[in-house]
């Protein structure tokens, strides 16, 4: 069985800081990955999608990618109240129809 | 900002009657997804729907659902006789093409089986 796992936290920062979301896989033939923020009730939002080893930024947001580990992770730098919520890391099944296959989720908790 | 549309947002419906979610994905969008989540739990792959047949379908997608693009702009799922496990978030997604992997989220329909 082919998984994603994630930390269901909930993981609590103050505002202003760097809140850290970390992620493994199982599936060594997944070749991309995403983040998802998800927030109660609603649908997933991407935040950021990542296909190659290392880091790719996209304003407050960065996305790390180690293949060789099974890792991905995602930081928020200068976290707002706003980004709380529950962040969903998926990956491409291995197949080629494109699947995702989602992590359970961590909830972010900015306080204020 | 083109998006994906699902109706009805909310459906309650009885155990053993048939239901079908509607979805309306991104216009010249070509891949198109179901998903599930059941509450508290993860968002769960049900099907995936390419050149007018199923791709790839879960466990979770058996013979009590089906999915149909009846024209070219919707994208429905039937589920033929609920149960009351079937109550959950169902999510429709899409995506434009082989080299644009990023999945786009329709709100999702609420589904209650009593």
């Known amino acids: 069985q082919k998984e994603v796992e994630q930390n269901s936290g909930p993981l609590s920062v103050p505002e202003g800081a760097i809140a850290s979301l970390n992620c493994t896989y199982s599936d060594r033939g997944s070749q991309s990955f995403f983040w998802y923020r998800q927030y109660s009730g609603k649908s997933p939002e991407l935040i950021m999608s990542i296909y190659s080893n290392g880091d790719k930024e996209d304003g407050r947001f960065t996305a790390q990618l180690n293949k060789a580990s099974q890792y991905v992770s995602l930081l928020i730098r200068d976290s707002q109240p706003s980004d709380s919520a529950t962040y969903l890391c998926?990956?491409?099944?291995?197949?080629?129809?494109?699947?995702?296959?989602f992590g359970q989720g961590t909830t972010l908790q900015v306080k204020p | 900002e083109p998006e994906v549309t699902q109706t009805p947002s909310h459906q309650v419906t009885q155990m053993g009657q048939e239901v079908i979610l509607r979805c309306v994905p991104i216009s010249n969008h070509l891949y198109f997804y179901w998903y599930r989540q059941i509450l508290g739990q993860k968002v769960e792959f049900l099907v995936s729907?390419?050149?007018?047949?199923?791709?790839?379908k879960s466990e979770i997608f058996d013979d009590q659902f089906s999915v149909e693009r009846p024209d070219g702009s919707n994208f429905t799922l039937k589920i033929r006789s609920t149960k009351l496990e079937d109550s959950a978030m169902y999510f429709c997604?899409?995506?434009?093409?082989?080299?644009?992997?990023?999945?786009?989220f329709g709100p999702g329909t609420r589904l209650l089986v009593l």
């Open positions: 998926a990956a491409h099944g291995s197949s080629n129809t494109g699947k995702l296959i």
């Open positions: 997604a899409s995506r434009a093409g082989t080299n644009q992997e990023t999945q786009y």
């Open positions: 729907f390419y050149n007018n047949e199923i791709s790839e």
